[in-house]
């Protein structure tokens, strides 16, 4: 298991506070009415209906949205019914990105996320384009408090996870992905509910990005983690902080 990588930089997040807070809450609450709705409607039982609370509960969103979630999965609601559907495709610099959705128009999603797409120097390709350079695993998200980063990964390698990243913001614990809710379990009992714990794509290399394409590349990530039906957005890329700090100017 190693102390550090930077799996850290492969996903891109932005935004004034409100408005970011609004979307997550609606990603959340849709991730919750799916799993409701795909498995058990009882948290216990249903491994990614209880991730999704516990991710709906770190983003400290309101018990009624989470209730009015779970109602339209018992139906109780307007109706729509979600189905996952994931795009793959090129960046700026020849970045890998890999979009995950829940859609109850795959028509729209796929157009909205095309043309995302060709507005800021990408290009959308078919499906397992990209995926190849990507590997899936679990990420089990740890607050920077939960404990010291030497007390989770010694916790993490007692569970069986693969490998334990920390930085300023938190811990990360990967894991295969057919042990992640084992693993969580294991680090719940240890160290405490976890504020995320869900599948992800792992880029196996990185990209090496400078500060024209970077700048376009955010915004083809800002682009499609606006879009109300995206869930997810990975990308195998690379920004230096001195990159980060000149496009911050």
């Known amino acids: 298991m190693?102390?550090?990588?930077?799996?850290?930089?492969?996903?891109?997040?932005?935004?004034?506070?409100?408005?970011?807070?609004?979307?997550?809450?609606?990603?959340?609450?849709?991730e919750i009415e799916v799993a409701a709705k795909l498995g058990s409607p009882d948290p216990d039982s249903n491994p990614r209906l209880r991730s999704a609370i516990q991710a709906a509960r770190a983003a400290n969103m309101p018990r009624d949205r989470i209730d009015r979630a779970m109602k339209r999965a018992a139906g109780d609601g307007d109706g729509a019914v979600y189905e996952e559907v994931r795009y793959e495709g090129y960046g700026p610099a020849g970045v890998a990105v890999i979009v995950e959705a829940l859609t109850d128009n795959r028509n729209r999603t796929a157009a909205d996320v095309r043309a995302a797409f060709s507005k800021n120097g990408g290009s959308l390709g078919e499906t397992g384009s990209?995926?190849?350079?990507?590997?899936?695993?679990?990420?089990?998200?740890?607050?920077?408090d939960a404990a010291s980063s030497d007390e989770i990964f010694e916790a993490a390698l007692e569970a069986g996870a693969d490998d334990m990243v920390s930085d300023e913001e938190g811990h990360d614990v990967l894991t295969a992905p057919g042990d992640l809710h084992a693993v969580r379990e294991a680090l719940e009992a240890s160290v405490g509910e976890p504020q995320a714990a869900r599948l992800v794509w792992k880029p196996q290399t990185l990209?090496?990005?400078?500060?024209?394409?970077?700048?376009?590349?955010?915004?083809?990530?800002?682009?499609?983690?606006?879009?109300?039906?995206?869930?997810?957005?990975?990308?195998?890329?690379?920004?230096?902080?001195?990159?980060?700090?000149?496009l911050a100017e």
């Open 130 to 144: 990209v995926s190849f350079l990507f590997d899936r695993a679990g990420l089990i998200r740890f607050a920077e």
């Open 207 to 246: 990209v090496p990005v400078g500060d024209e394409p970077a700048a376009v590349l955010f915004r083809l990530l800002e682009a499609l983690d606006d879009h109300d039906d995206v869930q997810n957005v990975s990308a195998n890329y690379d920004v230096s902080d001195e990159v980060l700090a000149r």
């Open 2 to 30: 190693a102390g550090h990588s930077q799996f850290k930089n492969i996903m891109y997040r932005k935004g004034a506070q409100d408005a970011k807070r609004a979307r997550l809450f609606t990603k959340i609450g849709r």
